[in-house]
């Protein structure tokens, strides 16, 4: 079984800062991608940001405001967010393409979401 935990969301001021964890644990042989996507009321899930052993991937709607980063030795992706705008809020939902063991594909894993609220 494999669970990925977030946590550090909250309300927030707009132009404040939220940093927002993602804990990958279980079977786990290797991860190949983590990252964060999100979802206001009445909109589709759209990416936030990747981040793989190469490289990173922004929104454009986020590009120069947040950073990702990973803790590899403990499966952990970290979002920091800075000048929140209102715009900001939705829940944020972490995710992991990973696999179980050697032979096994790669599969997708979501958390079970963290709500951010940017007030203005």
């Known amino acids: 079984q494999v669970q990925l935990v977030e946590s550090g969301g909250g309300l927030v001021q707009a132009g404040g800062s939220l940093r927002l964890s993602c804990a990958a644990s279980?079977?786990?042989?290797?991860?190949?991608?983590m990252g964060w996507y999100r979802q206001a009321p009445g909109k589709q899930r759209e990416l936030v940001s990747t981040?793989?052993?190469?490289?990173?991937n922004y929104a454009d709607s986020v590009r120069g405001r947040f950073s990702i980063s990973r803790d590899n030795a403990k499966n952990t992706v970290f979002l920091q967010m800075n000048s929140l705008k209102p715009e900001d809020t939705a829940v944020y939902y972490c995710?992991?393409?990973?696999?179980?063991?050697?032979?096994?594909?790669?599969?997708?894993?979501w958390g079970q979401g963290t709500q951010v609220t940017v007030s203005s």
């Open positions: 995710y992991a393409e990973l696999r179980t063991f050697g032979r096994a594909p790669f599969r997708n894993y």
């Open positions: 981040i793989n052993d190469d490289s990173t």
């Open positions: 279980g079977s786990i042989f290797s991860i190949r991608l």
